[in-house]
């Protein structure tokens, strides 16, 4: 059962793979522009913040929690970094101060799903708004301009002699930590078991609680580095900054194949989904497709992935059943 | 257990009576929010407690409450609508500008609007029953969709309304010469009247209770539970199309930036109307005093000088303390 779990687990990783390069070769075929290295900076810096909500968010699906308050505290960091700029700080401790407030949302969050018991759609629900109102309170509506060349150059500028942008660098750092946490730590083995069964997790000794408290603290610090980049790459701080990622971030989770009702999914699955949705709204942008079309297209094929996925968990299910039905069963007397 | 019953003893039988019905009815605790609220901003405001402010109030809770009691239907059935206000805002749209440059007759435009909104209710429907799909994950997708369909419909414009029958629930009567009614009032009324009468009152209420309990148990015993639910959701797409009337009789323009928190406002208005997230309780009157609560908040919030900057951390608030408070008192086991 673990095996064909397993492996039909690796074919949607390969599926999913497939698909991108599929599509990475149409579109550099059918789209004039689209391999140019120009492009792939512009592409790839685009999508930088939001690839790094991904990574949370994916391990605390899997744990069969949500924080949807991501893109709201990754705007609060950010009006945070520009407030603290804006009085003279060191660009260091303005960073450190943003990383701190993204830090205590995520406890925020926390504190209220473990310690209070509720349930996490809701808390993150309230705390979307309850941080997004926080920005324009703090700033009133007029984003702060004012940030220095460095980090502009940070979230501008492409490594020297290659296309990399530089703002991709921390999300090419810790996707790895994370799918090793995921995979080749106890802690992450124990995810999966909350995921599974928060029930059965506790009774097997898994101290669900407080590995539910460090996923939503790290969902919060992770969401908090995402403000920061957004800041460097707009070159402004401002209230709406990062509004609505939370929908893109959701959408590559469960593209990439992370279980609705937790305890599925992995990490190379989720960043196959995310180059993805990188390639497809580089595409649509491309074309002259509008941000709004753009935001229609991501809500369609985040429907489009929950119906694909559970489409071939039917029929797996369907292939399993018919399997066991012919296992000879005694039957029973009578018509 | 014997703490209870030894207090029990002690209490005179109508304070007895008063504490069952206390702990029993859904609506006992958002009816005490509401006139705490009020008592407050009575207190401390000298605007708030007037003949006025209180029709204008009455007048806010349209909108929300109108979507909060198609949240209901679907809370009730332990799913939950993230798009109500985005379906809501379309209706709009499309109402205004088929009436307006479309040069469609107003009672056609109106119809158009309601089968738009019920069909987009029965999309999300058949999404959730045909499909398996969990409705938080279903009604996000819907959400940026239909936002992006409003927006796109919309270019960057909004919608003026002239005809009298799309600004008909806005049109004002006065009771004794000095209490300002509208039409939408009216329409509320027999909204909630009839909505509570089918939930309370029919075997599709009961069905509709009986699948947000326990949707397993109710199939086994022989309902149609997918078409229950589609059912409730079909419902509620009509709702969200009487409350996009409800907002263009309010504010005669359809704009397509307007109501962004109205989900959020609408499920904090059914959370502390004593609905429970996790379905089968919950009530249509308990709703409309939770609708009232946020109203009443957000009036209070600005007749006491505070910048309407604040309401969305208010909101945000309310709806977390709003689950908590629900959960300290009910206790863990929901």
Redesign the interface.
Known sequence: MANTLRSRLASWDYILAALVVVLLVTASLVQPGFSGGFNFANSVSQMSDKALLVLPLALLIIAREIDISVASIAGLSGVVLGMALQAGLPLALAITLAMLAGTLCGALNAL?VTV????S???T??????????C??LL??APITDVPPSLITFGNETLPGTYLPWDIVPFLVLAPLFALYLHRTATGRRTYAIGGGPEIAVYSGVRVNRIRFGLFVVSGLVAALAGVITVARTSQAAPDGAL?FE?DA?TVV?LGGVS?LGGKGRMPGVCWALVLVVALRSMLQLANV?G?????A???L??LS??IT?TTHRIHAALTSRRLRKVPVPRPAGP | MITTSAREQHASPRGRALLTWFAGSTTAGPLVALLVAIAVFALTTDTFFTVDNGSLIVQQVLVTGTLAIGQTLVILTAGIDLANAAIMVLGTLVIARLAGEGGVPALAALAVGIVLCTALGGVSGVLVTRLKLPPFIVTLGMLSVLTATSQLYASGQSFPVTSPLLTWLGERRYLFGQIELTVGMGVMVLLTAGIWFALTQTSWGRNVYAVGDDEEATRLSGVNTKRVILSVYLLAGFVYAIAAWQALGRIPNADPNAFQLGNLESITAVVIGGTSLFGGRGSIPGTILGALVVTVLANGLTQAGIDSLYQQVATGILVIVAVAVDRLVRGRAT
């Not at chain 1, 629900?125 to 926080?134: D, E, H, K, N, V």
């Open positions: 209220l209070v018991g509720l349930p759609l809701v808390v629900l309230g705390t979307l708004a309850l941080f997004r109102g926080l324009y309170v009133g509506g609505g929908l959701i469960f609705v509008s709004y079309a753009q935001g229609a991501v809500g369609l985040l429907i929950l119906l559970n």
